[in-house]
Each structure stands twice: as structure tokens, then as C-alpha cells.
């Protein structure tokens, strides 16, 4: 289920995307104009007309900001002329100033324009790379009920180190990765995509829940130290934070494998369940490297109605301006009966809501209900 992100909110405000405002320098040209031909001769109102332009330039584009330019000249003019001074040099020299003033705005919304453009076409590419890497999660999966929220940290970013993945198995059960890759940037995306591939090729295969996990830190470890030098094998640093899941169909439990990532919550009524592992392994990527080749899969109830929750540490370590952090299970309860993806948008506004739509790293959030019956058993419901 697509939600709404905050960059989409946040565009929609930006740079041409207001023309309502247009009335603020066209009210202003009329008022200047009116008061100063009714104003005494010693009192001149003219030169505020420069405001006009100067604040069109904020919400419109190069022939809007020209053209409120124009008539702002032209009612210089206007006044001149009906006070029977548009000779002077004083006239003549606003005049001249105002059209300058509205030549530079012009030259200033060219060069903005043309900015704008670049940053499109980069978007486009952003946008394109984001659906292929970080595909939709399916609305159905089975018996569950599933959306997915990601929010950059950066509100021009599309993607980031934070990523989660769905894939169904043949024998009746549906296994899902969270994860946060290490870092930020192009290096952060470049693991991000080799883990969520990796998860995506084996995770639909019969093999057990800890060889996925087993072949996901060793996919990992060897595509990011392969062109690394010997002396550096011991200093790498990438590695990721992952919970695996598989929740089978017609068994009321979920099977996970914690490997340094925060707890999945169980929202049940108005409780809270954390289902904290009694193992927690190494981040992907270290597992290996430190002789990490047997995980434990801890199992834990996972009922009809129940709404279970994966997240990273973006949600909880998110901060206001007093340095308080997100009171995630607090308010996640509010919205326990909401369907997922109403949860997840209430979740976002709040989450936003909270930070002042600053976050300080990337956040991603999964919710899956559980429901009574899975009316196609063998396929994801899209």
C-alpha cells in the first residue's frame, strides 16, 4: 500500500504550486496606487510598489513574476501621471529602479526554473531506483494483512540505508526481512540493494529460517570485502542490523531471527507485547566474520486480530526539540484497530508531528494483521 510521504506534503507547498498567493502583490499594486494619488503631495507611496515582484518571486514562475512587474511599472506610471509629476527625476528614477527590480526577479526565477528542472530529472531516476529496490510490500500475503512506511531522512532522498522485503514460500508460510544498513549515501543504498537481492533470491525456497540467515551475512560479507585488500578484511565496517521473520499460514505463531535489530511489537486490544529474542546474533556481515554460523529461531504467539510491528531504529530514536524521544509504544496502541496502512498514516503524522519533519535518520515501519482466513493460500493477494 503506497502512503503518502512527507516529501510528497512538502512539495506540494513549494515554488509555483501556490497561485492563490498571486492576490497578495496584485492587492498590494492596487493599494499603494489608490493611497498615494489620495495622499497629500509631500507624501509619496510609490517606491513600496517594488514589494510586488520581490514577493511574487517566492511562489511563481519567470512570466508570472514579469508580468506583476509590468504592473507595477505601469501603476507607477499611473501615479505619476495623476499627480501630474510623471516629469520629475524623482518619478522617472522609480521608475527606472522598479524596472530594474523586477528585471533581476525575472533573472532570478530563469535560474530557479532551470534548477528545478535538473532536480526533476534527478528525482525521476531516485524514484525509478526507489521502486525497483524497495518494492511494495503486497496487501495480502495469505491470511495477513500487510503496508509498509518509509521516510527518509532527507526530504529531497528517496531511499536510504533502512529496507524491509516480503516473499512467499511454497509451503504455506510468508517470510519477511527489516533491516538498516550501516552508514548513509550512495555506499548505504549500494548494500541496501545487495541484501534486499539476496533476500529476495533465497528467501522463497524451502530451506530453513537460519540458512536464510546464514546466506544472507555471507552474500553480504563477500560482495562488500571482495575488491577490499587482505589488510582491510578485519576493519570492515558494513554490516547491517536484520530481523528475519516467517509466519506460516495455519499456525497462530511467528518464527524470527533477531540479528541486532530492535524487537517486533504485538499490539493485542490495548497491550503491548515486545518480542524480545533470547539470542540476539551479530548484525548481517558479522555473523560470519566472528564464527557465527548457527542462529537460533525464537518463536513467539501470533493470533488472529493481532497486529504485529517491525521497525527500525529511526521511529524510536527520533527526537523533538527538547531532545525527547518518539513514544512509540505509547502511541502505537491509539491505532490498534485501524487496518495497516491507516495505522501506518496516522503513525507518519504523528511521527512528523513530533520531530517538526526533521528526522534524524531514515525510518521504516512494517504492520501485519493477522486475519481469520487466507483466500488464496499458495499466492500473494496484490
Known sequence: MAL????????????????????????????????????PRDIHLGPLLVAAPALTVAFAGARTTAAVGALAVAAQVLIGVLRGVSGTANVQAQIAALIVVSAVCVTVCVV??????????????????????????????????IAGLYIPAEQEAELGGDLYAAARTAHHSTRLLIGDVRGSGLGAISNTAL????????????????????????????????????????????FATAMLL????????VHLISCGHPPPLILRGNRVIPLVAEASHLPIGFGGAFGTTEYDVQTFPFEVGDLLLLYTDGVIEARDADGRFYPFTERAPQWTADAPGELLRHLQDDLLAHVDARLNDDAAVVAIRRLASAPQPTDLAR
Do not use: Y
Open 195 to 238: 541484501l534486499l537481492g539476496a533476500f529476495r533470491a533465497a528467501a522463497h525456497r524451502q530451506a530453513t529460517l537460519p540458512r536464510l540467515a546464514v546466506h544472507l551475512d555471507g552474500a553480504f560479507r563477500w560482495d562488500t570485502s571482495q575488491w577490499r585488500p587482505q589488510k582491510e578484511q578485519d576493519t570492515a565496517e558494513d
Open 112 to 145: 530557479r526554473g532551470r534548477h528545478e528542472r535538473q532536480l526533476h530529472q534527478v528525482r525521476s531516476v531516485a524514484e525509478a531506483a526507489q521502486r525497483v529496490l524497495l518494492q511494495p510490500l503486497p496487501e495480502r500475503a495469505g491470511p495477513l494483512q
Open 4 to 39: 503518502r510521504t512527507w516529501p510528497d506534503v512538502w512539495r506540494s507547498w513549494r515554488t509555483g504550486h501556490a497561485p492563490a498567493l498571486l492576490v497578495v502583490p496584485l492587492a498590494l499594486i492596487v493599494i499603494v496606487c489608490v493611497v498615494d494619488v489620495l495622499s
Open 246 to 253: 516467517d509466519i506460516p499460514d495455519h499456525d497462530p505463531v
